[in-house]
C-alpha cells in the first residue's frame, strides 16, 4: 500500500495541517487543524483505510496532535456513559472525524499543543493499558480529553475487558480533575455494570505529598480502588520518560 498525506500551507504561526497514513507504520497521524480539509481531499484516506483492513489484521494506531476536533462525534442516543455527554456539546463533526468515525478499535495517542500544559495520554486496544501522564491545566480541558473519551465509547462496547489504567501527573489544576475524576467514573461504571476488571494505579514523586492526596481525593470520589506507588525522583525520571 502507498503511503497517504495532505499538508496544508503553512498558517501565520508557522504551523500546517497534515494527515499521514503508513501501513508500514500502521499509524494515521493527524496534526493541527486536520478538520478544515474537505471530504472530496480526503476521500483517498477514506479509500486508504479501507484497503488497509481488507490487507491486514493488526490495529492501526490514530495519533492526534493537537487535533481533537478531528476526532468523531458520537451522538448522546449512541453513548453508554452518562459522564461524556458534556464533552460532545461543541464538536465539529468534520468530513475527517466523519471517516475517523468509521474505524474499528485502534490503539490511540493523543499530544496537545503545549505539553507543558497538556497531558499525554497513550491507550492500547490490544493490550488493555492506559496511560494518561504529564501536566493538566490548559483552558482547553474538554477538548483535550474528548478524543479519549470518544475512544473509549469504542473501547468500552465490549463487556468483561482486564484494563490497567496509570496516572504518572505532575501537576492538574481543578478544571482538569473534574476530567480525571469523569476518567475513573466511567471505568467504575464499566466495572460495576459491564463486568470490567479495573486495574488502577497512581503514580507520584515520593517528595510530591499533595499529588498523593489529589489521587486519595479522586479513589473517594469515584468509588474506584486505586493503588499508590511512590517512587524516588531518579525512578521517577526513567520511567516517566519511558511513556
Do not use: C
Request: cysteine-free; overall charge negative.
Amino acid at each position: 500500500m502507498k503511503d497517504f498525506l495532505i499538508r496544508s500551507e503553512v498558517n501565520k504561526a508557522g504551523k500546517a495541517a497534515q494527515v499521514f497514513a503508513s501501513a508500514t507504520t500502521k499509524r494515521i497521524e493527524v496534526t493541527n487543524w486536520a478538520n478544515r480539509f474537505t471530504a472530496e481531499e480526503l476521500k483517498p484516506l477514506d479509500d486508504w483505510i479501507v484497503e488497509y483492513y481488507e490487507n491486514a489484521d493488526q490495529l492501526l494506531t490514530l495519533v492526534l496532535e493537537n487535533a481533537w476536533s478531528s476526532f468523531p462525534y458520537i451522538p448522546k442516543e449512541q453513548m453508554k456513559f452518562e459522564q461524556l455527554y458534556t464533552y460532545y456539546d461543541n464538536t465539529v463533526y468534520s468530513p475527517i472525524a466523519k471517516i475517523l468515525n468509521k474505524l474499528p478499535i485502534f490503539n490511540l495517542k493523543l499530544k496537545g499543543m503545549n505539553p507543558h500544559t497538556s497531558p499525554r495520554i497513550i491507550a492500547d486496544a490490544e493490550f488493555g493499558v492506559i496511560q494518561i501522564a504529564g501536566n493538566s491545566f490548559t483552558s482547553l480541558h474538554i477538548e483535550t480529553y474528548q478524543p479519549f473519551f470518544a475512544w473509549l465509547e469504542k473501547f468500552l462496547s465490549v463487556p468483561g475487558k482486564n484494563i490497567r489504567v496509570e496516572f504518572w501527573m505532575e501537576y492538574f489544576n481543578s478544571s482538569s480533575s473534574k476530567s480525571l475524576l469523569e476518567v475513573l467514573d466511567v471505568f467504575t461504571v464499566y466495572k460495576n455494570s459491564y463486568n470490567g476488571n479495573i486495574n488502577t494505579y497512581w503514580y507520584y514523586q515520593k517528595h510530591d505529598s499533595d499529588m498523593l492526596e489529589d489521587g486519595q481525593e479522586m479513589q473517594e470520589d469515584s468509588g474506584l480502588k486505586i493503588k499508590f506507588i511512590s517512587l524516588d525522583q531518579k525512578k521517577w525520571k526513567d520511567m516517566y520518560g519511558n511513556i
